[in-house]
């Protein structure tokens, strides 16, 4: 009895330790955020300045009120990033500022994906028409990196530095041989030979199809890669195919011998080059200002206009619900759609995708409020990193589609995905079910036993029925004739450059083009934009911001790069219903 009083007590101690522990990081955490808001939110710009691009967060679509999104818990600040409009709209407004001297990237790895980068690498194109200076320097390029770098005037490369130039590679995890060995059986429907968001489950292998695929949509946006970069670099695309497919740039000595960098240069060094270029004598008089400080000198205006295009930010999984702000939850993203229709003063609607796709349910309850709006006003639809599968099916309703060349779209194909587990509760762990029911479907998708031939063929027929919809709306929103998609659907994943020349997508553009259809499309020479849905409020931010970052940052340290390998697995747990979901995750580097 003694042993047992003494374990209860250790339990109720360590219970109030913890949560005294919790309540301690809370309450740092919150006078963290106070002070971090009481500091001046205007920065003064000096002359001479410099714009410090650090691109070492996330590139989100919109920047977001919630006060942890880039909340640092070691140091207890925060670095607002803007999002992807804003960051483009602040470059453009640096062109024109006479403050501002130059530009700085400071970058090695990059998040983004590659239409963002292409966003923020077109405005620095851009910037360069003003004759305003560009400098760029890293330790390390990642092949990201050095796409954005590759517009600089002057590419600086640490002496002891890497520059990654070896081509795009794209690789799939496969679950076949795992399964086998837990004993658990998966049991696949799907629609279209390039579907291959279900081979992992099935194969040990890349099918052919899958390979063909995942192949010409690579060498596309590679092509694209290297054209970009030979025009501003002045280096032939062959030759860049040379060094690349024969692995040149092995050292910072490499990429200074095939000029893909203008000087190899410490840190110091390139900030006493900056110091000269902006008239300086001391380093602690050299400006530069954070992407973050020039925002908050340059706040968007508030405009007058009466007349609106609002933006419906759309980005994550597609899933049935309400969702979050990382996810594309149907509920709240119609009520988005539907706010936007019903607004008289909202003249024209822009929905910007960036999305892999999801629950095909999901998807069709957005694709119908799209009908609705465009009945009502000009819809357009503004395609960023990825807007594919359940992606296209929200954006095939459009009246026109906008991508960039290195957009992954299409995928348009369906797919389920059941497991049979009885073998491993029974073999594995000694557990077997059994039980009763009153018709002969009641238990149709039971996860404990192997489905019948009969249940395989309801279910086909309704992945068969949600495919045959799909690709008949995209006809009919795309005005193609259905043999036309079906010889381009089949779950076959393609580049905004192919996308384009098969039909897929209207134009090549960015956001800010998308919103100048709108505005010519409703007739509009004066409007202000609104941001729809609707951020949530600050105290729900807060209980599930905390918690969030926490998690995500112990996770991150816990699996360091196998942390992608947790977020796949994460996603495979929360698939639920029939699909409509890109078949390959690419992640390029």
């Given at each position: 009895?003694?042993?047992?009083?003494?374990?209860?007590?250790?339990?109720?101690?360590?219970?109030?330790?913890?949560?005294?522990?919790?309540?301690?990081?809370?309450?740092?955490?919150?006078?963290?955020?106070v002070a971090n808001a009481s500091k001046d939110t205007t920065t003064n710009i000096k002359e001479q300045s410099i714009l410090h691009l650090v691109l070492?967060?996330?590139?989100?679509?919109?920047?977001?009120?919630?006060?942890?999104?880039?909340?640092?818990?070691?140091?207890?600040?925060?670095?607002?990033?803007?999002?992807?409009?804003?960051?483009?709209?602040?470059?453009?407004?640096?062109?024109?500022?006479?403050?501002?001297?130059?530009?700085?990237?400071?970058?090695?790895?990059?998040?983004?994906?590659?239409?963002?980068?292409?966003?923020?690498r077109n405005a620095l194109i851009d910037f360069k028409k003003s004759e305003k200076t560009i400098y760029s320097y890293s330790e390390v390029y990642t092949q990201k990196a050095y796409y954005l770098a590759s517009v600089a005037d002057k590419i600086y490369l640490n002496p002891a530095g890497l520059l990654e130039f070896k081509g795009f590679s794209s690789k799939v995890m496969f679950f076949k041989g795992a399964l086998e060995k837990l004993a658990i059986e998966?049991?696949?429907?799907?629609?279209?030979?390039?579907?291959?968001?279900?081979?992992?489950?099935?194969?040990?292998?890349?099918?052919?199809?899958?390979?063909?695929?995942t192949s010409v949509l690579l060498n596309s946006i590679y092509q694209h890669f290297?054209?970009?970069?030979?025009?501003?670099?002045?280096?032939?695309?062959?030759?860049?195919?040379?060094?690349?497919?024969?692995?040149?740039?092995?050292?910072a000595q490499d990429a200074l011998k095939y000029k893909m960098v203008d000087a190899l240069k410490y840190k110091d060094e390139v900030l006493s080059m900056l110091l000269n270029a902006t008239n300086q004598k001391n380093i602690e008089d050299l400006s530069l200002v954070s992407i973050s400080d020039y925002q908050k000198s340059n706040p968007i205006p508030i405009s007058t206009a009466t007349e609106k295009i609002a933006i419906i930010y759309a980005a994550g999984e597609i899933v049935s619900g309400d969702g979050n702000e990382d996810n594309i939850g149907s509920e709240r993203v119609s009520a988005a759609i539907r706010k936007a229709r019903l607004d008289d003063q909202v003249k024209a609607i822009v929905l910007r995708i960036n999305s892999p796709g999801g629950s095909a349910?999901?998807?069709?309850?957005?694709?119908?409020e799209v009908i609705l709006a465009k009945k009502a006003k000009p819809v357009i639809a503004s395609m960023g990193d990825v807007a594919a599968s359940g992606g296209y099916y929200i954006a095939c309703a459009a009246d026109q589609i906008i991508a960039q060349p290195n957009t992954i779209t299409g995928s348009i194909g369906v797919f389920g995905v059941l497991f049979n587990t009885e073998k491993f509760f029974k073999d594995k762990l000694g557990i077997t079910f059994d039980g009763t029911k009153t018709s002969a479907y009641a238990d149709l998708g039971d996860y404990t036993r192997a489905m019948s031939p009969s249940e395989?063929?309801?279910?086909?027929?309704?992945?068969?029925?949600?495919?045959?919809?799909?690709?008949?709306?995209?006809?009919?929103?795309?005005?193609?004739?259905?043999?036309?998609?079906?010889?381009?659907a089949g779950g076959r994943v393609w580049s905004g450059t192919d996308a384009m020349r098969i039909g897929l997508v209207d134009s090549l553009g960015n956001l800010n083009d998308a919103i100048n259809i709108a505005a010519q499309k409703a007739n509009l020479k004066n409007y202000r934009i609104i941001n729809l849905p609707e951020e949530t409020n600050t105290i729900e931010k807060i209980l599930t911001g905390i918690s969030g970052k926490i998690k995500m940052e112990y996770l991150k340290s816990e699996y360091g790069a196998g942390y992608t390998y947790y977020q796949e697995f994460a996603r495979i747990k929360s698939i639920s219903g029939i699909q409509t979901r890109l078949p390959v995750n690419l992640n390029i580097q």
């Open positions: 009895m003694k042993q047992f009083f003494k374990m209860v007590f250790a339990s109720m101690l360590g219970a109030i330790l913890s949560a005294f522990a919790l309540l301690f990081i809370g309450i740092l955490i919150i006078v963290g955020l070492n967060n996330d590139i989100v679509e919109r920047s977001s009120d919630n006060p942890f999104k880039n909340f640092d818990i070691m140091n207890l600040d925060q670095d607002k990033q803007p999002g992807l409009t804003e960051m483009v709209a602040l470059i453009r407004t640096a062109a024109t500022d006479e403050n501002i001297k130059a530009i700085y990237l400071d970058i090695d790895e990059i998040s983004g994906g590659l239409a963002s980068i292409e966003e923020i998966p049991e696949i429907i799907r629609v279209g030979s390039f579907k291959s968001a279900v081979e992992p489950y099935m194969l040990d292998h890349m099918s052919d199809s899958s390979k063909l695929q290297l054209n970009a970069i030979a025009k501003e670099r002045k280096i032939s695309v062959a030759d860049l195919n040379v060094m690349a497919n024969d692995l040149k740039i092995q050292s349910l999901a998807s069709d309850v957005i694709w119908r395989k063929n309801i279910i086909q027929r309704s992945v068969n029925q949600i495919y045959s919809d799909f690709t008949t709306k995209v006809a009919t929103g795309r005005k193609m004739p259905i043999n036309k998609v079906l010889n381009i």
